[in-house]
């Protein structure tokens, strides 16, 4: 079934660890979907078990855009993300299919709502600054800095979340306005589609058992030789976005002997469900979305048909 003459187009959110790929696969057997990732992991290349990235057979059977376009040392910014999707949305709608934008990363998801903010673009010296300033003061001082000079966007970001620290000061360095100042000012790249919303939400109990569970078998199923082999590429380091997603930081770091692997798990883990609540966090603000509490596949289809009817 195609919905796609509404040019309605499906965002599928939720947390790490809540299901998101299996409804949108259920969603492929009753509709006649494009699927479009909204990931900031799956966007690498050879970085399979540790982002939880469907396997080769699956994304056979059932593709995804935007996974798997990107050198893990290659650089993709939000503005990429809009281009991109946006390029695949309209080539669903043109192919008369469903486009549903499944994945977790919720800033991708709000610059392709409500259009992205009149940004400065990075340059080679801003990063190289930012980047010597990480590693000389650390993420936690930064954000002290970032409190001095933005604290809407102090109290926004999480000290530990180094990447959009370091943007928020970029952004100050070299624009002379604030972070949030900045971000009230849309380019016109909203979707202009209506969206439809659908939350997989599951219990925070729930979504914590999932995670030690899925981490376990990753450590089971070679993720520490996929760190390995990743490190034998010489363009690749801690600063750079890959390897700080979560789990390869605690991963790279535990190979360069500063935790014992069984701190490393722990670590990993702990990230890993800081990462769900910030997620959760964003979404319980989600307005007009069916929020479900596991993928009902019977609820999404009805939201879908009604939605566009």
Not at 272 to 291: G, I, M, P, V, Y
Request: charged letters at 25%; proline letters at 4%; hydrophobic letters at 40%.
């Amino acid at each position: 079934m195609s919905l796609s003459p509404h040019n309605s187009v499906i965002f599928l959110m939720g947390p790490t660890a809540s299901g998101k790929t299996e409804l949108a696969i259920e969603l492929c057997k009753h509709f006649d979907v494009h699927l479009i990732s909204v990931d900031s992991a799956l966007i690498y290349r050879t970085m399979d078990i540790g982002t939880a990235k469907p396997d080769a057979g699956t994304l056979q059977k059932y593709p995804h855009a935007l996974v798997n376009i990107c050198e893990p040392e290659d650089s993709f910014s939000v503005n990429d993300f809009v281009s991109q999707a946006k390029m695949h949305i309209n080539l669903a709608l043109e192919q008369n299919k469903l486009p549903v934008l499944v994945g977790g990363t919720s800033f991708y998801f709000h610059a392709l709502e409500y259009g992205l903010s009149a940004l400065p673009e990075s340059t080679n010296e801003s990063r190289q600054h930012f980047t010597e300033q990480l590693k000389a003061l650390g993420s936690e001082e930064l954000h002290k800095q970032l409190n001095a000079i933005d604290p809407i966007a102090a109290n926004r970001i999480h000290c530990n979340d180094s990447q959009r620290v370091t943007r928020a000061l970029e952004v100050y360095y070299l624009s002379g306005n604030t972070l949030s100042e900045l971000q009230g000012n849309k380019d016109g790249s909203a979707l202009s589609n209506p969206i439809k919303k659908i939350v997989l939400m599951p219990d925070r109990a729930v979504l914590h058992q999932r995670i030690e569970k899925r981490f376990n078998k990753m450590m089971s199923s070679g993720f520490m030789d996929e760190v390995k082999a990743l490190r034998t590429n010489k363009k690749l380091n801690l600063d750079l976005p890959s390897i700080r997603c979560v789990g390869y930081r605690q991963a790279w770091q535990h190979l360069d002997g500063d935790t014992t692997e069984s701190e490393m798990i722990e670590k990993s883990i702990i990230a890993t469900r800081q990462l769900c609540k910030r997620q959760c966090t964003w979404l319980r603000h989600e307005n007009n979305a069916l929020t479900l509490a596991d993928a009902n596949i019977d609820k999404a289809i009805d939201f879908i048909e009604q939605a566009s009817a």
